[in-house]
T-cell receptor
Framework: DAGVTQSPTHLIKTRGQHVTLRCSPI?????VSWYQQVLGQGPQFIFQ???????GRGNFPDRFSARQFPNYSSELNVNALLLGDSALYLC???????????FGEGSRLTVL | GIQVEQSPPDLILQEGANSTLRCNFS?????LQWFHQNPWGQLINLFY???GTKQNGRLSATTVATERYSLLYISSSQTTDSGVYFC?????????FGAGTRLAVHP
């Protein structure tokens, strides 16, 4: 079975632009979470969605938004990109609202 | 909120040595996981261990939830064990990650 898949794997944007990152969970998993990892640090929680509803939000500005689709895939959107948004964005899925998380390979965003 | 502290921050070993990585968390938790982050950034699941002891080959982990710590043991280390090890703890699906232990295993 396929694991968590994310796209694109790498992308470069300029300040002020918008970006959309996509995530497909493991088949049968209904929860998707997003994390941001800047160089040299541990990942930080951004959002969690379960059954298409937002169930948790981390300490990120309103420029960050997400949604989950009926097939449980998810998108993370970031508006008005700043240099500090350069990071590895990780998506994780889990079977239910609780339990073990499984991470994708990430989308590496560079903002110039 | 929950705080997660990992020690040591850096560890250098000779191949074949054993090591213990520690994770302290500040509150009772529903979820505790250990990950190995490979050079390409992917987080590889090692253990899902909110409590108790588990073993998988040369790796084992113990979580003492009442005392709010978890230990990851690596025995007979190999160069392929190099990388960053993260402990993550929390409630439901919101994980709080520690800063990681950077492990280098030399031949």
């Amino acid at each position: 079975d396929a694991g968590v898949t994310q796209s694109p794997t790498h992308l470069i944007k300029t300040r002020g632009q918008h970006v959309t990152l996509r995530c497909s969970p493991i088949s049968g998993h209904k929860s998707v979470s997003w994390y941001q990892q800047v160089l040299g640090q541990g990942p930080q929680f951004i959002f969690q969605y379960y059954e298409k509803e937002e169930r948790g939000r981390g300490n990120f500005p309103d420029r960050f938004s997400a949604r989950q689709f009926p097939n449980y895939s998810s998108e993370l959107n970031v508006n008005a990109l700043l240099l500090g948004d350069s990071a590895l964005y990780l998506c994780a899925s889990s079977l239910g609202n609780t339990g073990e998380l499984f991470f994708g390979e990430g989308s590496r965003l560079t903002v110039l | 909120g929950i705080q997660v502290e990992q020690s040591p921050p850096d560890l250098i070993l000779q191949e074949g040595a054993n090591s213990t990585l520690r994770c302290n968390f500040s509150d009772s938790v529903n979820n505790l996981q250990w990950f190995h982050q490979n050079p390409w950034g992917q987080l590889i699941n090692l253990f899902y261990i909110p409590s108790g002891t588990k073993q998988n080959g040369r790796l084992s982990a113990t979580t003492v939830a009442t005392e709010r710590y978890s230990l990851l043991y690596i025995s007979s280390s190999q160069t392929t064990d190099s990388g960053v090890y993260f402990c993550a703890s929390g409630g439901y699906n919101k994980l709080i990650f520690g800063a990681g232990t950077r492990l280098a295993v030399h031949p």
